[in-house]
């Protein structure tokens, strides 16, 4: 078994990623992710470990960012329990093993720390759901030549 708990019984799949959905939707994942894609952005290496929360040297894996960043110390949480580092995220166990599935088990064997980092930079900033109030704050300015397209 993996770090994120998940096996290869199938048989409630559908279930767990329902929830799962609904966690990285909700607010408090929204929050979660937004925290965390700004932890990653703040990261003076660009670098991800992967089986570790945080590492003797300092490395760390992408919640590990995330606890770096508020102040956590992530070494008194154990990394092979989810449902303990879910809680001072306030974020769902659910949520808490798939991001733990995504670094740890999503890209190849051979990835370097580097690609983990963009790999799940990417990946955090596609869960990221823009809100109606977002769209909004951004002004676009109207074209300088009449309709668009039309130059007749």
Same mark, same amino acid.
């Given at each position: 078994?993996?770090?994120?708990?998940?096996s290869?019984?199938y048989?409630?799949?559908?279930?767990?990623?329902?929830?799962v +959905?609904? +966690?990285?939707?909700?607010?408090?994942?929204?929050?979660?992710?937004?925290?965390?894609? +700004?932890?990653?952005?703040?990261?003076?290496?660009?670098?991800?470990i992967?089986h570790?929360?945080?590492?003797?040297?300092?490395?760390?894996?992408?919640?590990?960012?995330?606890?770096?960043? /508020?102040?956590?110390?992530?070494?008194?949480?154990?990394?092979?329990?989810?449902e &303990?580092?879910a809680?001072p995220?306030?974020?769902? &166990?659910?949520?808490?093993?798939?991001?733990v599935?995504?670094?740890? &088990?999503?890209?190849?064997?051979?990835?370097?720390?580097?690609?983990?980092?963009?790999?799940m /930079?990417?990946?955090?900033?596609?869960?990221?759901v823009?809100?109606?109030? &977002?769209?909004?704050?951004?002004?676009?300015?109207?074209?300088?030549?009449?309709?668009s397209g039309?130059?007749?």
């Amino acid at each position: 078994m993996s770090r994120s708990g998940y096996s290869d019984d199938y048989e409630y799949a559908a279930i767990w990623a329902g929830r799962v +959905a609904s +966690a990285s939707r909700g607010k408090r994942g929204q929050q979660f992710f937004r925290d965390l894609l +700004a932890a990653l952005d703040a990261m003076p290496e660009k670098c991800l470990i992967a089986h570790e929360l945080q590492a003797p040297n300092g490395e760390v894996c992408a919640i590990g960012a995330l606890g770096v960043a /508020r102040g956590v110390d992530m070494t008194k949480i154990d990394p092979e329990c989810p449902e &303990e580092f879910a809680a001072p995220f306030n974020i769902a &166990e659910c949520l808490a093993r798939d991001v733990v599935y995504m670094n740890d &088990e999503w890209g190849s064997g051979a990835e370097k720390p580097e690609d983990r980092w963009v790999r799940m /930079r990417r990946w955090v900033a596609e869960q990221i759901v823009v809100t109606p109030e &977002e769209c909004n704050a951004v002004e676009i300015p109207e074209s300088q030549g009449g309709e668009s397209g039309n130059h007749g």
